[in-house]
């Protein structure tokens, strides 16, 4: 912290940061720790077909995600 002119404070953003995160993170993990997940309802999918990790077009989204092109597309000419 660092006193300016006038009287006013300043945080360095950096130090700021490094003690923030690791603060923010362990206070989350408290708080998560003590949730009654016992009591949160169930989830299953009625059948595969609505489940994301089965369904047939995770592969397109996550390629369009992270911009690879699909298998069968034609390479974009990059000239």
């Known amino acids: ?3 300016l002119p006038g ?3 300043a945080l360095d953003p950096g130090t700021f940061v ?3 995160v690791p603060a923010a993170s ?3 993990d408290g ?3 003590h949730t009654p997940t016992d009591r949160l309802p169930a989830h299953s999918p009625p ?3 609505h489940n994301w990790e089965f ?3 995770t592969g397109h989204r996550l390629r ?3 911009g690879i092109p699909e298998p069968n597309s034609p390479t974009p000419d990059r000239t």
Request: hydrophobic letters at 40%; proline letters at 0%.
């Open 7 to 9: 009287g006013r404070v």
């Open 26 to 28: 362990t206070t989350l």
């Open 31 to 33: 708080i998560m720790s």
């Open 47 to 49: 059948n595969a077909q």
């Open 55 to 57: 369904c047939d077009t």
């Open 18 to 20: 490094e003690k923030l």
């Open 1 to 3: 912290m660092l006193t």
């Open 64 to 66: 369009l995600l992270y």
